[in-house]
RNA sequence: GGGCGUUUAGCUCAGCUGGGAGAGCGCUACCCUUACAAGGUAGAUGUCGGGGGUUCGAUCCCCUCAACGCCCACCA
């Protein structure tokens, strides 16, 4: 025996067998959607991590969550399908480029023509593109790589063209004049999106307007002075008995002294600042919307990296924070600076590049998302498209309910360019679905492409149809569209619920009229032990693919999926890691005591009367946590999955029913032996299946001990499911109350310091036929787990044993007799404590029952179950306070 | 400014439509018992954030206060 235990390495070792698992399910197909026996399909599309994207544990959640839900389904018979690819992410992209070249040869990417730097990042591309993806393998990612696509393929920029000219034609897509958020580090409009409002300590400038003609004055307050050299009028409230008078006069504005109108709107409000508000409608989104309800001139002061333009007078070319302060100054020199107040309010940054952002009326291309939003919320409140869990709705809806219309153009050279053309001869604009050879009114080449490039998401928001090869029909039929779409499940985290979820909703199914999934599960935010945000300047990120290297792709897969349910925090701790990899060493042990008996093992289970009652009590235990994963996977619950099975392999598995089978395994019962064995196999097989989404590797690797020559690899085997003919309650019962006894003998030992080595005598007073005849059975099994060296089982109405200690339950008394000195005085504090307990317990039940009302009131079966725990507390009880007399 | 969420054992979190609180990790004591010391056995710990209400009964429902977190919002 020893030498077979041998054989496998006493510590499991993922390391040797992550590669070779892994390479088997590749190389033998085993990712491909292939027709199950449920003829329905299940589809993924994965989260599209940044071609610049290193695999940080965020991902790691994203991938394992996937990785199960698709491998439980693949296992239970759906055609199943996970689409990976990889964004090429315009900004992020370019901006690691451009510092790559920076650093190589000291240029800049305007050293170099559009052509000539696009190409740069397609060779970069080319050559890290790939590693996150191969990343995402080391975790045991089972999707099909050969569906991957980038999102600026070919055929991804054919989705984008059908659907921009399908929108331009519309009248959807619209180009406009309007304020958008500028980054004046990309030198790019960014979307309101993108901005990530910060609080900054400013401050309130309170300026003097003169009003012209008069010898009054208007107290402005302001947070951004330079910004009155683009003012083109003074706004005050109507009702506003302090400037009334004023409404239809005009102000001079300082040091440009431009004379504008001072009007009034309901906008302004009376009690903020001064109530009197300068209007920048070039650089302020409200003062913008105030200018065209009143016609109002546009005036830019900025250039597109944020320095004055001419319109800034001698300020022209600083920096708009260099502009203030020297416009403070001149207007402290003009005594019209009144006072400066200290002023906390929010300002917004790029969110890439971190630049305070400039509202900037510019030509913008914009997607009119207002009946696509609405269709967004309805789809969702028709549950066409459900949450998991549901209170993320609340967030999509915000975002959908009053939608802004995107801003879609970026002005950058990496991405797909804006399909709208025009021609230098006849003017004549168009967007086109193909690259045109001439103009489609004159038939001129002499025509150009709009330079702009698309926003990111405005690839990544089709991105479902495009996997599936929409617009193109054939490829739509190679990649089995009709099969696959809607996809079955987004999995995805919070954060990106507006960015992305959003869009695809309303994209996809404005597209082609159908929703792209049915299910969208949001999953917790990654976080550390203290549940800080992982960040690069706290250095507390967590590697995974150390993580992997130092315990294993399972652990790491286990401790994410037992942390993944309904929250919305998922805080790492790299020690529960190591818990769940000492989980993966137990399941891996209790291997290696299985697996020399299973040569004698038959392939099926006998008929359950032949089953011994510890067998059909596993067996039934075994059943209920199958139906337990099951249905938590339904539901998106992997931590309940995952805490199920951990707690039936180590307290039923292993705890009981592996030491259970020690004696008959080591017996002469030949017949006995092949029968446990059996049983040890069937119930290690059914194991090693339903950990499989968890913890894929060692539980492919067990498998190959396990199955049979005529099975496949585990990966593609069945799913256990629920029976409802191995559902064994006796045995369950008996079993419990086993359990109980051998729990409260070793607790009895524990109480005097009775060493493991030194064996106790036991008497069990019962009257309970039934539990006799259990434990009369089991007289091997108990001198086993609760070292005893001999048993008697009597009456009730026998007598008990004199120096000795002693336990209660409802259904038995049980006495260890001590030789030589007992320390009656301990025993009796120790009952006294049990009875206490007791006591209180009945207290709580029998003060329910002596309640009337809750007589009356409550339904019958919560009236049943109280009276009979108060009437076992209470048999308890009676036992344990005659056995303190008995004492004394 | 608006909205959402959280508050349960030392730590991280479960707790389904109300019947009286659980897990993992950690901690303490004792054990190298022939699968596993990455192990075994036993054990301790909670006024379920505070206050009020509904109910026979509240961790769960309602009101209120407090602390923390997140998201949204146009920089007067």
């Known amino acids: 025996m020893d030498q077979t235990h041998n054989e496998i390495e006493k510590i499991f070792s993922p390391k040797d067998i992550e590669t070779k698992w892994y390479t088997r399910w590749e190389e033998g197909k085993y990712f491909k959607a292939r027709k199950g026996k449920q003829h329905r399909p299940f589809s993924i599309v994965m989260p599209l991590p940044n071609v610049t994207g290193r695999l940080h544990v965020g991902h790691a959640l994203d991938a394992t969550t996937q990785d199960a839900i698709i491998r439980f389904k693949r296992m239970k018979g759906y055609e199943t399908l996970w689409l990976p690819g990889t964004d090429h992410a315009g900004i992020a992209t370019q901006a690691v480029v451009e510092k790559l070249v920076w650093e190589k040869e000291k240029k800049t990417r305007h050293q170099f023509t559009k052509e000539e730097f696009v190409e740069k990042i397609w060779q970069w591309k080319r050559e890290y593109g790939n590693i996150i993806l191969d990343q995402q393998k080391s975790l045991g990612a089972s999707a099909d790589w050969d569906y991957a696509m980038f999102t600026l393929d070919p055929d991804a920029n054919k ?3 059908e659907f921009f000219v399908n929108m331009y034609n519309e009248k959807l897509i619209y180009q406009a004049n309007y304020i958008i958020n500028w980054d004046t580090t990309l030198q790019s409009a960014i979307s309101d999106a993108e901005v990530e409002h910060k609080e900054v300590k400013g401050n309130f400038y309170h300026i003097l307007y003169q009003v012209e003609g008069s010898d009054e004055k208007l107290e402005i307050a302001t947070t951004r002075p330079e910004t009155l050299l683009g003012d083109t009028a003074v706004a005050i409230n109507p009702n506003d008995d302090r400037y009334k008078h004023l409404i239809g006069k005009k102000a001079i504005i300082p040091i440009c002294n431009r004379v504008v109108p001072i009007l009034a709107d309901e906008y302004v409000d009376i009690d903020k600042g001064t109530g009197c508000l300068k209007v920048t409608p070039g650089h302020d989104f409200n003062d913008f919307e105030l200018g065209k309800r009143h016609n109002l001139e546009i005036v830019n002061i900025l250039n597109k990296d944020g320095t004055l333009n001419e319109n800034g007078l001698q300020y022209k070319g600083l920096t708009c924070s260099k502009a203030r302060l020297e416009i403070i100054k001149e207007l402290e ?28 009326v510019s030509r913008q291309w914009f997607l009119n998302v207002q009946k696509m939003a609405k269709q967004g919320i309805e789809r969702v409140t028709a549950d066409t498209t459900r949450f998991f869990p549901k209170g993320w709705e609340n967030t999509y809806f915000a975002w959908l309910k009053e939608p802004r219309d995107w801003c879609i153009s970026r002005q950058l050279w990496w991405g797909h360019q804006i399909p709208v053309y025009y021609c230098k001869k006849c003017h004549y604009t168009w967007a086109s679905k193909d690259e045109p050879s001439g103009c489609t009114k004159c038939d001129s080449s002499n025509f150009y492409q709009d330079p702009d490039v698309l926003d990111t998401w405005f690839s990544s928001g089709l991105w479902p149809l495009t996997l599936l090869g929409w617009p193109n029909p054939e490829r739509m039929r190679e990649r089995k569209f009709d099969t696959f779409y809607p996809t079955s499940t987004l999995i995805t985290g919070y954060d990106i619920i507006f960015f992305w979820v959003a869009r695809m909703m309303m994209m996809c199914d404005k597209a082609i009229g159908n929703v792209p999934f049915n ?19 706290l250095g507390n990120g967590i590697d995974p693919l150390e993580i992997v290297g130092q315990y294993g792709a399972d652990a790491l897969r286990f401790t994410l999926t037992a942390g993944s349910g309904y929250n919305r925090n998922l805080n790492l701790d790299p ?12 399941v891996w042990n209790a291997f290696r005591f299985v697996h020399p008996f299973l040569n004698t093992a038959e392939q099926k289970l006998p008929t359950s009367n032949k089953l011994a009652p510890h067998e059909r009590w596993i067996i039934s235990e075994l059943n209920s946590v199958i139906k337990i994963v099951n249905d938590s996977m339904e539901e998106y ?41 059996t049983v040890l196999k069937f119930t290690f097989k059914k194991i090693v299946a339903i950990l499989h989404p968890f913890a894929p590797f060692i539980t492919e690797e067990l498998w190959s001990y396990l199955k049979s020559p005529q099975e496949d690899l585990l990966i593609v085997a069945d799913f256990p499911e629920f029976t409802e003919e191995l559902v064994f309650a006796d045995d369950q019962n008996n079993m419990n109350r086993f359990i109980e006894i051998v729990s409260l003998i070793r607790n009895l030992r524990a109480s005097v310091d009775i060493k493991p080595k030194d064996l106790v005598n036991v008497e069990i007073f019962t009257e309970i036929v039934e539990v006799k005849n259990y434990l009369q059975n089991n007289l091997a099994n108990l001198q086993d787990l609760a070292k005893i060296k001999s048993m008697a089982i009597k009456n009730r109405s026998d007598i008990r044993p004199k120096k000795s200690i002693m336990a209660a339950t409802s259904f038995c008394e049980i006495f260890i007799p001590l030789e030589g000195f007992v320390d009656i005085a301990a025993q009796v504090q120790r009952l006294q404590k049990d009875l206490q307990k007791a006591q209180k317990e009945f207290d709580k039940y029998n003060g329910k029952l002596s309640n009337e009302n809750f007589i009356k009131n409550a339904p019958e079966d919560v009236v049943a179950e109280v009276k009979h725990n108060a009437s076992e507390f209470a048999q308890k009880i009676a036992v344990i306070r005659e056995n303190i007399q008995r004492f004394n």
């Open 519 to 537: 299910h969208v599960y949001i999953h917790a935010i990654v976080r550390d032990k203290f549940g800080r945000k992982m960040s690069k300047s």
């Open 637 to 677: 619950r992997y931590d309940d999955a995952s805490a199920a099975i951990y707690s039936f392999v180590y307290d039923k598995f292993c705890s009981w029913f592996i030491e259970l089978s020690k004696n008959i395994l080591y017996s002469e019962d030949q017949k006995a032996r092949a029968q446990r064995a």
């Open 333 to 360: 020199h003009l005594e019209i600076l009144k006072e400066i107040k200290e002023h906390i309010h929010q300002v917004g940054h790029g969110e890439r590049s971190g630049t305070v952002i400039e509202p900037m």
């Open 159 to 161: 989705a984008v063209r």
């Open 575 to 586: 020690e529960r890691i190591s818990g769940y990899r000492n989980f993966m060493n137990k």
